[in-house]
């Protein structure tokens, strides 16, 4: 249940306060925005900052740029290097990092509870005062491009790259998180200086913080950090080329013991209606042993090492990817296999216990990854940055239990139409 508390008294926002569980919101003047769960069960605090700055905003020439950006950023301030950075969060029993990625990037930090205005001060000093060296650009670089041989060494990795490069074509998210070795290439300091100063403007971030805290103390301590910085122009949202599904399918040799096989269609928004019957499919298809993936074409059939499906919520569009992991004597088989199992989808409506299950299993793995602060604090920040509103976790609940198999079969036809199906291996 989301709490705000936006009284005006004698022309000054109100400090909010809170029950335990409940979020308080408050937007600064600035544009910056603030999300705050009190949760005493754990004495530990954890904060989640995003921006709105990743892939949905990057091209193909610098692609890679948001992660290349934050990998930089987490070398040092001002006022400290990287070293005495990590070493000033540890003393506080915590840690830092930062990532780019697909519709945000983020700095997120942990430590214990009662250092909560030190964790708070010290992710401040992070946002606001990065050092951007000139000198720790090339040594991120050449880390960066270890990182990606590295994915292009390993067969899966590999292989959920080519696809989603060959499902979302012109879209920005066929490119990698990580950039391509020509995209770094690129990028030099003063490019990744002018990515800080477009993206860390307050109106783009947002900070979610959960833990055994004081909501009212913790929104005022962020006012006296955050409220300061000057607002930035209004930047329209990016214009970006919609995918179109085309039924095709991409063969990509690579050396390697294993036959990695995905089959996926382009799929709905987090927002959109049909999001919680696809998530439903996913699951009754590759949700844990008792989806039908890995019980018929692994356990029966023995097709498949690896069987499972993926379904992520993005601003969309999504993808609803099947994946087999099979040896290279079972790979025909197991396309073919896999192949069989999206008509089946598509044809028949799934049974009674087999919906029950999946939406027990679906509704059970999402309690269960809410249960830690990291985790509360990610999504606090996640459905704040998508624009979703901090009740989306109980109607995302209430949508799930009310999908009916005549929804599942209806989405299973709709986005399992045109498939592309992607077959990496060896020769």
């Not at 949202?237 to 919609?242: E, F, G, K, L, R």
Request: cysteine-free; overall charge positive.
């Amino acid at each position: 249940m989301r709490l705000v508390l936006a009284l005006l008294v004698a022309g000054l926002a109100a400090t909010p306060v809170s029950a335990a569980g409940e979020v308080v919101r408050e937007q600064l003047p600035n544009g910056f925005t603030l999300l705050v769960r009190e949760n005493p069960v754990a004495p530990v605090v954890a904060l989640s900052l995003m921006v709105r700055a990743g892939t949905r905003w990057e091209r193909r020439d610098n692609a890679g740029i948001s992660n290349f950006l934050h990998a930089v950023m987490v070398k040092g301030t001002t006022r400290r290097s990287g070293g005495e950075l990590a070493e000033a969060i540890a003393a506080l029993g915590g840690k830092v990092s930062a990532t780019g990625d697909v519709d945000y990037s983020e700095i997120r930090a942990s430590a214990l509870a009662r250092f909560w205005r030190q964790l708070l001060s010290l992710t401040a000093e992070l946002v606001l005062e990065p050092k951007l060296a000139a000198d720790e650009v090339a040594p991120e670089r050449t880390w960066l491009l270890s990182r990606i041989q590295k994915r292009r060494d390993n067969a899966p990795a590999r292989a959920f790259d080519e696809l989603y490069a060959a499902l979302y074509g012109p879209n920005p998210y066929a490119l990698p998180v990580l950039g391509t070795p020509e995209s770094l290439a690129r990028i030099d300091h003063a490019e990744l200086v002018a990515a800080y100063r477009a993206a860390y403007q307050p109106q783009r971030m947002i900070l979610a913080l959960s833990g055994q805290v004081s909501a009212s103390e913790v929104v005022a301590e962020a006012r006296r950090l955050f409220g300061g910085m000057p607002r930035g122009p209004a930047a329209p949202p990016p214009a970006v080329a919609q995918p179109e599904p085309a039924a095709r399918r991409v063969r990509v040799e690579m050396t390697a013991q294993q036959v990695q096989i995905l089959v996926a269609g382009l799929a709905p928004s987090l927002d959109d209606p049909d999001h919680a019957a696809v998530k439903v499919l996913s699951t009754v298809l590759g949700g844990g042993m008792a989806g039908r993936l890995f019980a018929e074409l692994r356990d029966r059939r023995g097709l498949a090492y690896s069987a499972t499906s993926y379904y992520d919520p993005v601003r969309g569009p999504g993808a609803l990817v099947l994946y087999l992991g099979t040896t290279p004597e079972n790979a025909a088989r197991a396309e073919a296999a896999l192949a069989q199992e999206v008509e089946r989808a598509r044809r028949e409506a799934v049974g009674a216990d087999e919906l029950q299950r999946a939406k027990g299993y679906l509704l059970g793995h999402y309690a269960m990854d809410r249960r830690t602060n990291e985790r509360q604090a990610w999504y606090l920040a996640f459905y704040e940055i998508q624009g979703t509103g901090q009740d989306y976790p109980e109607r995302y609940r209430r949508a799930v239990r009310a999908v009916s198999a005549d929804d599942v079969l209806r989405v299973a036809r709709r986005y399992l139409a045109a498939p592309t199906t992607l077959v990496l291996g060896p020769r």
